[in-house]
């Protein structure tokens, strides 16, 4: 069984913090990672998505890879009270017959003025 | 950026009625969509894949012949779910994959089902 493991929180940052969110998977061969964002009552946005080691840059946001470990982070630079959110790890999986992405439980984020 | 939609937001229905809901890819075409249902403070959980032209696959434990799944274009998929009980409430996700923009998924905005 593929998982995704994520500390469910809340993660509480000041405004103008770094956020940082982590997430680890168990699938040693896993390839595609992704950020997903999801207010409450709302269904989930997509922030990111990383292939590679390394970090991955888009505005205040830096997703970081790390295979070896089998880790992925997400940090938020600037933290603003809209980054308040619940954020989703996810994986993508490649099964034989059928592909899904795998989610995580999440991480709340509460980010205070 | 790919837009996915749903339809209804919110429904209310009795106990032993049987409730539709549509999701649409606006501008895309999806051979593809996945359906999730989210229960409070808990994450998605994947419940099916819907293929295009195909039978649609099943998660463990979710119910075939309780949650009907038709894709019969590529633009739409339908779960219906069929004599809903109170425990079937909750916020349903549909998300539909574009084949031309490698493996990420585009969410609809969800449909929460009540059942009275």
């Known amino acids: 069984q593929k998982e995704v493991e994520q500390n469910s929180g809340p993660l509480s940052v000041p405004e103008g913090a770094i956020a940082s969110l982590n997430c680890t998977y168990s699938d040693r061969g896993s390839q595609s990672f992704f950020w997903y964002r999801q207010y409450s009552g709302k269904s989930p946005e997509l922030i990111m998505f990383?292939?590679?080691?390394g970090d991955k840059e888009d505005g205040r946001f830096t997703a970081q890879l790390n295979k070896a470990s089998q880790y992925v982070s997400l940090l938020i630079r600037d933290s603003q009270p809209s980054d308040s959110a619940t954020y989703l790890c996810?994986?993508?999986?490649?099964?034989?017959?059928?592909?899904?992405?795998?989610f995580g439980s999440g991480t709340r984020l509460l980010v205070r003025p | 950026g790919a837009v996915v939609s749903q339809h209804p937001s919110w429904v209310i229905c009795k106990s032993g009625t049987s409730v539709k809901i549509e999701c649409r890819s606006l501008d895309f075409q999806a051979t593809t969509m996945f359906w999730y249902r989210q229960f409070p403070k808990q994450s998605l959980m994947l419940m099916a894949t819907?293929?295009?032209?195909?039978?649609?696959?099943?998660e463990q434990g979710v119910e075939k012949d309780k949650f009907l799944i038709n894709h019969a274009s590529l633009t739409l998929s339908t779960l219906t779910v069929t004599s809903a009980h109170p425990e079937d409430s909750s916020f349903y996700i549909c998300?539909?994959?574009?084949?031309?923009?490698?493996?990420?998924?585009?969410f609809g905005p969800g449909t929460r089902l009540t059942v009275t």
């Open positions: 819907s293929n295009e032209g195909s039978k649609a696959t099943y």
């Open positions: 996810a994986v993508f999986d490649r099964g034989d017959s059928s592909y899904k992405l795998i």
């Open positions: 998300s539909a994959r574009d084949p031309d923009s490698s493996y990420e998924q585009y």
């Open positions: 990383i292939y590679s080691n």
